[in-house]
């Protein structure tokens, strides 16, 4: 039954999320998002209600956009999606800006969320005359002569020789096309494109004929609405999380357990298994395959947490090295990592994010350990503050979103590995080898009541290597 109900989620045969049809201008108004003030984002919205790229990115997908926030988004990042059906023949020029951002890309998929192709920032050669900043060592803080141009074609990757700066956005036939535009950390008092704007796309037809603007996005089809992200129906959710015989607290583990992602069917089937130790732990690996709209670029771990267990559950573990970007870092320099979060949010009945703390946000020690809460806002210990090197997580008031008060879900990010680092998600080769690959940067968790871990005072420290 459960792997059926799996089935059917990956399947995205029905769609509990209903569609908007804001505008990005419209959305972009007044907006602050986490880590973003207010004057900046007033200073995109008056950017972008101007330019040609208005009626063809549709977005942000953040936590506080109302609306936006599906997906499970990281609030250290921004989404912007656009949903097209390119003519045949056809190759939309992109123009831009690198961001004053930690990290960008640009992504296509078909319209049930496969990945087609993506191109990552670094992948991307510079217009004659600029430079790309996020190479290791050029200078990333400069104003001018930072702009690219991508070619997207309506064209399958080849199997050989792909052409420099493209993207192939070639769907099944008869469907349409997503792209994706992302950006991480955008340098302090930047908005939320970095302070450079998004992308501004031209359609050049098979004809040779070219279209900027409306034009344009009247051409493509474009399509003013939230991207569809396949979530179970009340039904299909009831039937995972209550089950009959279920133990006090499920789907949570006590301590929790963290699994590798591998793709949506064996994530749902084995979070939800009433055996884990025979759906968690299969003989041979399942296939990698994306979520919905997967960055290619991203690994992910992640367990169900519950508060029947504890109203305060800790994180230890220790954090990989990033390029710190934040402040404006003058040079581009490499990491363990290029970025790292914890997030929380509710479930997959909703997929809506609670709370995340990005790499820069989290308080660690010398050797990089960290300590970092999770309980609800009116549990928060008094010592779990960052004067107390303590990272805090706010556990949703709504639970899983689907009536369930006491349930949680966390992942962990990994971005961009270095060739160097063997303990990133992305090394994870079968279900069961998180602790031996991760060693000392998977998360170990436990739950406590408030007194105990007010108890430990501050610094709030507890050695469990």
Not at 25 to 50: D, E, I, K, W, Y
Not at 321 to 338: A, D, H, K, M
Not at 387 to 415: E, M, P, Q, T
Request: with cysteine; net charge positive; charged share 20%.
């Amino acid at each position: 039954m459960i792997r059926s109900i799996a089935a059917a989620i990956l399947a995205g045969r029905r769609f509990e999320l209903k569609q908007s049809r804001l505008g990005l201008a419209m959305v972009l108004g007044g907006l602050a998002a986490a880590n973003f003030t207010p004057s900046a984002m007033a200073a995109s919205h008056s950017q972008r209600g101007q330019d040609a790229s208005a009626c063809f990115w549709f977005g942000p997908y953040v936590k506080d956009n109302p609306g936006f926030n599906v997906g499970f988004p990281d609030t250290g990042a921004a989404y912007w999606s656009a949903n097209i059906a390119m003519p045949a023949g056809s190759k939309i020029v992109l123009r831009g800006q690198y961001a004053h951002a930690r990290y960008q890309s640009v992504s296509a998929y078909e319209a049930n969320g496969a990945a087609l192709d993506s191109l990552t920032d670094y992948q991307i050669a510079p217009d004659r005359g600029s430079r790309n900043p996020f190479l290791p060592g050029e200078r990333r803080t400069g104003e001018k002569n930072r702009s690219f141009t991508v070619e997207i074609r309506n064209e399958a990757v080849p199997a050989s020789d792909r052409a420099s700066n493209t993207l192939y956005a070639k769907a099944s036939a008869g469907d349409r096309q997503i792209l994706f535009f992302r950006l991480y950390v955008p340098d302090k008092n930047r908005d939320l494109t970095g302070g450079v704007g998004l992308p501004t796309p031209e359609l050049v037809l098979a004809d040779g004929r070219r279209m900027t603007g409306k034009a344009a996005c009247a051409a493509l089809n474009v399509a003013a609405e939230i991207v569809p992200i396949p979530i179970p129906t009340k039904a299909q959710y009831a039937a995972l999380r209550d089950r009959p015989g279920a133990p006090d607290g499920f789907p949570a583990q006590n301590p929790p357990v963290f699994h590798a992602f591998y793709n949506p069917k064996f994530r749902t089937a084995c979070l939800y298994s009433l055996n884990p130790g025979v759906d968690c732990r299969p003989a041979t690996a399942p296939a990698r395959a994306g979520g919905l709209y997967p960055n290619i670029d991203n690994n992910y771990i992640a367990a169900y947490l519950s508060r029947r267990y504890g109203k305060v559950l800790v994180f230890r573990g220790k954090l990989p090295t990033v390029p710190t970007t934040y402040n404006r870092t003058p040079r581009s320099s490499e990491g363990q990592l290029r970025y790292w979060s914890i997030c929380q949010t509710e479930s997959i009945a909703t997929t809506r994010t609670t709370s995340c703390l990005y790499d820069e946000q989290v308080p660690i020690d010398s050797d990089r350990n960290y300590v970092i809460v999770s309980s609800l806002d009116s549990d928060r210990p008094k010592n779990a503050t960052a004067k107390c090197g303590v990272g805090f997580l706010s556990w949703s008031a709504v639970g899983d979103g689907a009536g369930h008060l006491d349930d949680a879900y966390i992942y962990v990010r990994n971005l961009l590995p270095s060739s160097g680092f063997s303990h990133a998600n992305q090394n994870t080769k079968l279900p069961g080898d998180e602790a031996a690959v991760l060693g000392d940067y998977l998360p170990r968790a436990e739950y406590m009541s408030i007194e105990e871990f007010e108890k430990m005072g501050c610094p709030a420290s507890r050695d469990e290597r």
